[in-house]
């Protein structure tokens, strides 16, 4: 079963931005979708955004115009753009692959704050 190791989160002001890394641990031939979502404490995991191997993407509104999601096919890896971060952007981000079934990775702490 392949594994997901994604990387990037940190600290940062309302107003920056942060990149996002999802590694998968071997190659990827096929898959339905893999994406991002996120959990900010006392609340719901919630969608973020996704991209399918045909390259169709969807976002959440809220993170609309601000997050661009990508991947290298080569690197086995997805990105998360995220610029104009705001306060409740704040959460754990989870990276995740649809396959026969869904599989996640460990996540990665995403803190906006002044």
């Known amino acids: 079963q392949v594994q997901l190791v994604e990387s990037g989160g940190g600290l940062v002001q309302p107003g920056g931005s942060l990149r996002l890394s999802c590694a998968a641990s071997?190659?990827?031939?096929?898959?339905?979708?893999m994406g991002w979502y996120r959990q900010a404490p006392g609340k719901e995991r919630e969608f973020v955004a996704f991209?399918?191997?045909?390259?169709?993407?969807n976002y959440a509104d809220s993170v609309k115009g601000r997050f661009t999601i990508s991947k290298d096919n080569a690197k086995n890896t997805v990105y998360l753009q995220m610029n104009s971060l705001k306060p409740e952007d704040t959460g754990v981000y989870y990276c995740y692959i649809s396959q026969n079934g869904r599989t996640w990775g460990q996540g990665t702490q995403v803190t906006v704050s002044s």
């Open positions: 991209i399918t191997t045909g390259t169709n993407i």
């Open positions: 071997r190659r990827i031939f096929s898959y339905n979708s």
